[in-house]
């Protein structure tokens, strides 16, 4: 049974930092890429940022550029999203996820989800 956790959510104020982690089991962590995904209220899910499977590649969308970092540890099977000048725009829940292959910002094509942790950045 596969499974993706997160944990690092909270609140904070606007201008700072979160680290949020992402542990992953029953998968063959290396043969996935992985993927920080995004849902405000009333709003569709997003894409934040990808790494492919050996950390060669990463992906963000360009209001995250310079604020967030994306990394992962195969070994120990967990992603990170490192998460600094938070703005209250950030505010979502955010998921991690898997899919097997190249990048993608389809987030119909990432088969693994988690269930996702509450990021809120007050003004």
């Known amino acids: 049974q596969v499974q993706l956790v997160e944990s690092g959510g909270g609140l904070v104020q606007a201008g700072g930092s979160l680290r949020l982690s992402c542990a992953a089991s029953?998968?063959?962590?290396?043969?996935?890429?992985l993927g920080w995904f995004r849902q405000a209220p009333g709003k569709e899910r997003e894409i934040v940022a990808a790494?492919?499977?050996?950390?060669?590649?990463?992906y963000f969308i360009d209001s995250m550029k310079g604020r967030f970092t994306i990394s992962r540890d195969n070994a120990k099977k967990t992603v990170d999203l490192q998460m600094n000048s938070l703005k209250p725009e950030d505010t979502a829940v955010y998921l991690c996820?898997?899919?097997?292959?190249?990048?993608?910002?389809?987030?119909?094509?990432?088969?693994?989800w988690g269930q996702g942790t509450q990021v809120t950045v007050s003004s």
């Open positions: 996820a898997a899919r097997v292959g190249s990048y993608s910002d389809d987030k119909g094509s990432y088969r693994y």
């Open positions: 029953g998968l063959i962590f290396g043969n996935y890429v």
């Open positions: 790494i492919n499977w050996n950390s060669a590649s990463t």
